[in-house]
């Protein structure tokens, strides 16, 4: 028996969706409730995600629903919340603040509760080696027209090492925590696209929110998420707690704006280019924080202003 036969599915119809880069979805109408067939790259893949949503139910955040397994072909049978995202609904000229309120609602029970065990660290080293895949690896070469020296290499990662390292974290990061992950429903801020959380530190994916790589946040707003965000983590120290923000969204800046440069030398899609002077102005915003001078004193010894673009 298919595991389309064993939940009801077996004569629904099915709609192909466009894949991403790890896995492919076909949505399911006509069976017992609106689902969707994932099929994963690997088992690996499959065991972070069930994972993970096992332990999303369990805290209440909404997420998709795991309705069946077949391991042998790394598929999963889940829940289908609907096209709906929050950032159609902000596309569509949704008021902005009342989601963002909401997805960070979502985000303090995602950071206040222990992690689940088994997840990766999103720890300097992972973020050092992030880094270099795509600033040294793909916007350098492409920039400068050569290879990135090792010694420039070796000077990045000596830096972040020194920018991160005060701010290391054991909590649960999503590390994608941005309005097309999100989907709003009756029940709070659902969240999607979960499989490669990891623990780190929660200043990532408030930067993720609202430092977004693919829209612009207004500052005011993006500074009532934060408060707000805040107030409902009294444990944390406020002043602390932006220091990692900024010294995470410098890290987070720098991948991305060399990540556009990948996916258009390597993957054939230049449209992401235009997302470029929105990472490189962010990340000039956050290297205004003392806590990213050693990042600072690294793009100023090696990237002159001038040259802080898409190549």
């Known amino acids: 028996m298919t595991l389309l036969d064993a939940h009801g599915y077996a004569t629904a ?15 399911l109408s006509g069976g017992p ?3 969707l067939l994932m099929r994963t790259p690997s088992a690996e893949y499959l065991d972070a995600f069930l994972r993970v949503a096992r332990h999303l139910e369990a805290l209440g955040v909404p997420a998709p629903g795991v309705i069946g397994v077949e391991p042998a072909t790394n598929t999963a049978l889940v829940q289908d919340l609907g096209a709906a995202s929050m950032a159609g609904a902000l596309d569509a000229g949704a008021e902005p603040a009342p989601l963002y309120f909401d997805a960070a609602r979502s985000l303090v029970t995602l950071h206040a509760s222990p992690p689940p065990k088994g997840l ?3 720890d300097a080293a992972a973020m050092i080696r992030a880094t270099q895949a795509t600033f040294c690896d793909w916007w350098w070469p492409a920039s400068f027209g050569a290879p990135c020296p090792d010694e420039t290499r070796q000077g990045l990662a000596a830096a972040l090492a020194a920018m991160l390292g005060p701010f290391a974290g054991e909590g649960f990061v999503h590390r994608d925590y941005f309005p ?3 989907i709003p429903t009756p ?3 659902a969240v999607i696209d979960f499989q490669d959380a990891a623990t780190g530190h929660p200043a990532y994916d408030v930067v993720s ?20 965000y805040l107030a409902q983590r009294p444990e944390l120290e406020a002043d602390t707690f932006r220091a990692a923000m900024a010294v995470h969204a410098a890290q987070r800046h720098l991948r991305v704006a060399a990540l556009w440069v990948r996916l258009d030398r390597r993957d054939g899609k230049p449209h992401y280019l235009q997302h470029g002077p929105r990472c490189w102005a962010l990340l ?12 600072a004193r690294f793009l100023d010894a090696h990237v002159p202003p001038e040259r802080r673009r898409n190549p």
């Open 13 to 27: 119809r099915q709609e192909v969706l466009q894949a991403d880069a790890s896995k492919h979805y076909t949505r």
């Open 209 to 228: 929110l609202v430092e977004d790589a693919r829209r612009d946040v207004d500052p005011a707003l993006r500074e009532a998420v934060v408060s707000a």
């Open 187 to 189: 029940r709070g801020m």
């Open 120 to 122: 990766p660290a999103w």
């Open 33 to 35: 409730r609106p689902a």
């Open 284 to 295: 000039a915003r956050a290297l205004a924080h003392p806590a990213t001078l050693p990042l």
């Open 180 to 182: 097309a992950n999100l």
